[in-house]
């Protein structure tokens, strides 16, 4: 049974540039949701997908956006890139109307 | 709104030790509470889990931890640790009425030592 997965693992880019990342969930799962997180720093979620619905929100700027497909995979995208974007970010999923979310093991961005 | 706070940024332990990992949350409506483990250069895995019932919780790998709700707390224990178990723990909580946002805590670095 395949868990969360994510690609690519890491990715370097420069300031204004775009990126674009990618979530399988865990087999069964409907449910994806983003975190960003800082060198040092715990997890803070972005945003969650369901049913190909942005659901909730945390406080990150419209540079960030997101995309779910019918086969529940997600994309995160990040506009104008910042030296501050510079985090893992994970994906977690779960199945509608279950509290328990699993994470993949994240995407390492550097922005230069 | 939650807050998450864990008591300790880092926790050297000998090896076969015991040691316990402190969270405490504020939250002004009912919550559900996690403990995630991350080993170096990976995501995050779930420990164990309080959603409702007995307030002490058995999880992988030999973790436990006890909600008290008076306190707002949700102590992680383990009572004899092992060199793997160097890695950041993380405890976070979610809110019962609309899960999905899960707030997190900034982290306890456990070292293990021989």
């Known amino acids: 049974d395949a868990g969360v997965t994510q690609s690519p693992t890491h990715l370097i880019k420069t300031r204004g540039q775009q990126v674009t990342l990618r979530c399988s969930p865990k087999?069964?799962?409907?449910?994806v949701s983003w975190y960003q997180q800082a060198l040092g720093q715990g997890p803070q979620f972005i945003f969650q997908?369901?049913?190909?619905?942005?659901?909730q929100r945390g406080n990150f700027p419209d540079r960030f956006s997101g995309h779910q497909f019918p086969n529940y995979s997600s994309e995160l995208n990040v506009n104008a890139l910042l030296l501050g974007d510079s985090a893992l970010y994970l994906c977690?999923?779960?199945?509608?109307?279950?509290?328990?979310?699993?994470f993949g093991p994240g995407t390492r961005l550097l922005v230069l | 709104a939650q807050s998450v706070t864990q008591l300790d940024s880092q926790v050297p332990v000998f090896e076969e030790a015991p040691v316990e990992l402190r969270c405490n949350y504020s939250?002004?409506?009912?919550?559900?509470l996690f403990w995630y483990v991350q080993y170096p250069n990976q995501g995050l895995q779930l420990l164990l889990k309080?959603?409702?019932?007995?307030?002490l919780v058995k999880g992988i790998n030999g973790f436990e931890a006890e909600f008290n709700k008076s306190q707002t707390s949700f102590h992680l224990r383990k009572p004899s640790v092992h060199i793997s178990d160097t890695a950041e723990y993380f405890c976070?909580?979610?809110?019962?009425?609309?899960?999905?946002?899960?707030?997190f805590g900034a982290g306890t670095q456990v070292v293990v030592t021989p």
């Open positions: 977690a999923s779960s199945l509608e109307g279950s509290e328990t979310q699993y």
């Open positions: 087999s069964g799962h409907d449910t």
């Open positions: 997908y369901y049913e190909e619905e942005e659901r």
């Open positions: 939250s002004s409506v009912s919550v559900y």
């Open positions: 309080y959603l409702s019932g007995s307030t």
């Open positions: 976070a909580v979610t809110r019962t009425d609309s899960w999905g946002k899960l707030q």
